[in-house]
């Protein structure tokens, strides 16, 4: 059997920092069994406010890991941001040439490593420039968000359509052979002569 002083001290020793010892007055392990007390009160009380302290350190690094996320996620944004502008035309809203350059190649060569064909249409609007001289660069500019808006509306979300350069625009049709890109084309050309455009009987 273990005795209670025994007891406290084989708790005590397996880590049970309440554990006390019995001490009897005029006990000749009294003043040991005091000593032995205070030193696991002493110890019962640093070891709470370490734990005070590795709670409230845990609180205060989960609260800057919540800040720097929150930072990482506003720069990703910032960057996505960034990529999209510099790559997108800003009257019309299209892909810019840059992009173009860009997915003209990405998609050749992924035309000729999958052996899909891959279409690109250039369209060009007739007159631009005759028209803008009569009406003015802010005509001409809505003349072009407008075709901008009949090719978007048109195209399938997996084409590509970029404004080329000036009146000038570029179409990829992926996975479209050359007699389905002139349908589209076709399409295209009829949608943009049957618009109503502003000023149109001023050209």
Known sequence: RVRARDASR??????DLTARARVSEGDELA???????DMAQRLQRHTSELEGRIRDRTVELERVNQG???ALSRLREANEALATQATTDG??????????????????LRSRRLNNP???LMIDVDNF???NDRNGHPAG???LIEVSAIIRRRLRATDVSC??????FAVLLLDTPKRAAASVAGELRSLVEDFAFPDRERQ
Do not use: C, P, W
């Open 10 to 15: 084989v708790h005590f020793a397996t880590g």
């Open 31 to 37: 003043e040991l069994g005091s000593t032995m007390n």
């Open 68 to 70: 720097l996320n929150d």
């Open 91 to 108: 009257l019309t809203g299209l892909r810019n040439f840059r992009f173009f350059q860009q997915q003209l190649r990405t998609e050749l």
């Open 118 to 120: 891959v279409s690109l």
């Open 129 to 131: 420039k005759l028209y």
């Open 141 to 143: 500019d809505q003349i």
């Open 163 to 168: 404004r080329y350069g000036g009146e000038e």
